[in-house]
C-alpha cells in the first residue's frame, strides 16, 4: 500500500486531493442526495451509509419525503464505494442481485419495496468548485478524524419518477444537492446540519454541517457554513480564527453567525420538532443501525449575505433542511412521541414503516 492509500485510509485528503473518492479503511462512508421542486412543495432525501463492520460490509439506506410524511429505513448486508470517483452501492434486491442502492453524479436509483422506490438522472450540474480543500477545509488534511464532509454538489437538476407510499411523483428539472461524511465509527456524539434550495433565486443553495470534532485528546466544535450566491460564486467560513462561525442550535431552531475574509453571513432557520423525522445512524462495528437524527424535510429559512459592510444577497425559503443529532436527544424524541426506541419513525402524518 502506497503512502498516500494509507493517509486516506485515515480519512484524510491531502490539499487538491479528490474527497469525492471512496476512503477505503473508514468505517462509514455516507453519501446524501436531496431534491427540491419549489413548484410542488415536494422534498426528497435519499442517503447511504456504507459501513465496515467486524462481519464485513453493510449499508444503512433511506428514502423520505414530504409533503406525505414518507419514511423508509434499513440495514442491507453489502456496500461498495468507488475508488476513481463519486459512486456508492447498497445491499441487493430479491432474487435479482441488483443493489437496492445505487447512486453516483448522474443517476440515483433506489429500491427499497413496491412503495419507495427512486429513479432520476442528473444534470446541468453545480460542483464544488474549490479544487483545493473540500468542504472540511483545513480540517480535511488531518488524519483520524470523527467526521468529514464535503457538499460535492450546490446544485443542478433532476428529472425522474419517486414512489413514495401510494403516491408516485415524477420531477422535471427540480434542483438538487448532494454531499459526502465520513469518519471513525460512524457520525459524531452530536452535530447540527442545514442544507436549503427552493430561494427565489433558483441558483442559490446554502448547506451548513457542525458537530464536535474529535481526535485522541483533540475535541473542539466547528461549524462549516457553505453559500453559492445567486451569481455563481461560493462562499466557505468555519475555520477557527480566519473565518469562525457561531451557532446555537436547539431541536426547532438554528442561528449561524460567520464571518471573515470580508463576508458576513447571517443564517436563521426554524422548523416544528413535531415534524421532525427521527433517522438512524450506523454504529458500523455493531453491525446495525440506531435513532440518532431529528431530520425536518422542510422548514424556514433567512439567509443574509454582506461584503466589507455591504449587503449582497437576502434570501427566504420554506423548503430547508434541518437537523439536530445526537443519541440520547434522538431516543428521547422517540419516547416523548411514545415509540419504540429501537426504531425510526416518521412525523405524526402518514409513514412508512
Excluded at 6 to 14: I, V
Excluded at 29 to 39: A, L
Excluded at 316 to 332: C, M, N, P, Q, V
Aim: a negative charge; glycine letters at 14%; aromatic letters at 10%.
Amino acid at each position: 500500500m502506497s503512502f498516500l492509500q494509507r493517509y486516506r485510509s485515515t480519512g484524510a485528503d491531502l490539499p487538491f486531493g479528490d474527497p469525492l473518492r471512496a476512503h477505503h479503511g473508514v468505517a462509514m462512508e455516507g453519501y446524501f442526495w436531496r431534491i427540491t421542486d419549489p413548484g410542488t412543495g415536494r422534498v426528497i432525501i435519499a442517503l447511504c451509509g456504507a459501513n465496515q463492520g467486524p462481519r464485513g460490509s453493510w449499508a444503512t439506506v433511506g428514502l423520505a419525503a414530504w409533503p406525505n410524511g414518507f419514511l423508509r429505513t434499513d440495514a442491507l448486508d453489502g456496500s461498495w464505494t468507488d475508488p476513481e470517483g463519486l459512486g456508492v452501492r447498497g445491499g441487493t434486491v430479491g432474487r435479482t442481485g441488483s443493489p437496492a442502492f445505487e447512486g453516483d453524479d448522474r443517476r440515483l436509483r433506489v429500491d427499497l419495496g413496491a412503495d419507495a422506490k427512486l429513479d432520476v438522472t442528473f444534470h446541468d450540474l453545480d460542483p464544488w468548485p474549490h479544487r483545493s480543500l473540500g468542504g472540511s477545509s483545513v480540517f480535511q488534511a488531518v488524519p483520524r478524524l470523527n467526521q468529514y464532509w464535503h457538499p460535492w454538489l450546490l446544485g443542478g437538476k433532476a428529472t425522474g419518477t419517486a414512489t413514495v407510499g401510494g403516491e408516485k411523483w415524477h420531477f422535471e428539472d427540480a434542483q438538487v444537492y448532494g454531499e459526502k461524511n465520513w469518519g471513525r465509527e460512524g457520525f459524531p456524539g452530536y452535530w447540527w446540519w442545514g442544507q436549503a434550495q427552493g430561494f427565489d433565486d433558483p441558483e442559490a443553495c446554502v448547506a451548513f454541517a457542525g458537530g464536535l470534532v474529535t481526535d485522541g485528546r483533540l475535541r473542539v466544535e466547528v461549524t462549516g457554513l457553505v453559500v453559492r450566491l445567486p451569481d455563481g460564486r461560493v462562499i466557505r467560513l468555519g475555520n477557527p480564527v480566519v473565518s469562525p462561525v457561531r451557532t446555537r442550535t436547539s431541536d426547532d431552531q438554528w442561528h449561524l453567525s460567520g464571518r471573515g475574509y470580508g463576508w458576513r453571513i447571517e443564517v436563521d432557520a426554524t422548523a416544528p420538532l413535531d415534524q421532525a423525522f427521527v433517522l438512524p445512524v450506523p454504529l458500523p462495528s455493531e453491525h446495525h443501525n440506531t435513532p440518532g437524527d431529528l431530520e425536518h424535510l422542510v422548514g424556514d429559512m433567512e439567509v443574509s449575505v454582506h461584503r466589507f459592510g455591504r449587503h449582497v444577497w437576502t434570501g427566504k425559503t420554506s423548503l430547508a433542511a434541518l437537523e439536530h443529532g445526537g443519541l440520547d436527544r434522538a431516543r428521547g424524541e422517540l419516547r416523548r412521541r411514545g415509540l419504540d426506541e429501537t426504531l425510526p419513525a416518521a412525523p405524526p402524518l402518514r409513514s412508512g414503516s
